[in-house]
């Protein structure tokens, strides 16, 4: 079993910034795409970013340029760097991780069998 342990959440103004963390325990041998979805009241859980074993990236076009993953595999933590916070970025992130070594579709919440139980980033006007 993989337990996903989110951090760092915050409440921040408006065009600030805040960095999340997520850090992987348990058979982390077993994960290699790790992503970020988040989910604001009311609404579904959307995909925020991920990131390949191998560095690759791929990011949700509401984030492009203003968000960055990355992740360090000798600790299996992924991080998530928000700049330029806007207020309809509030919501639940929610650390992801996968078993397969290559998701095809890092978007879709179904390729991903292990979740964090989220941290909360409120973002005021």
């Known amino acids: 079993q993989v337990v996903l342990d989110e951090s760092g959440g915050g409440l921040v103004q408006a065009g600030g910034s805040l960095r999340v963390s997520c850090a992987a325990s348990?058979?982390?041998?077993?994960?290699?795409?790790m992503g970020w979805f988040r989910q604001a009241p009311g609404k579904e859980r959307e995909f925020v970013a991920g990131?390949?074993?191998?560095?690759?990236?791929v990011y949700a076009d509401s984030v492009k340029g203003r968000v960055t993953i990355s992740r360090d595999n000798a600790k299996i933590t992924v991080y998530l760097q928000m700049n330029s916070l806007k207020p309809e970025d509030t919501a639940v992130y929610y650390c992801?991780?996968?078993?397969?070594?290559?998701?095809?579709?890092?978007?879709?919440?179904?390729?991903?069998?292990?979740w964090g139980q989220g941290t909360q980033v409120t973002v005021s006007s």
């Open positions: 992801a991780a996968s078993k397969v070594l290559s998701v095809p579709n890092m978007p879709h919440s179904s390729s991903y069998d292990y």
């Open positions: 348990g058979r982390t041998y077993s994960i290699f795409t």
């Open positions: 990131i390949r074993w191998s560095g690759e990236t």
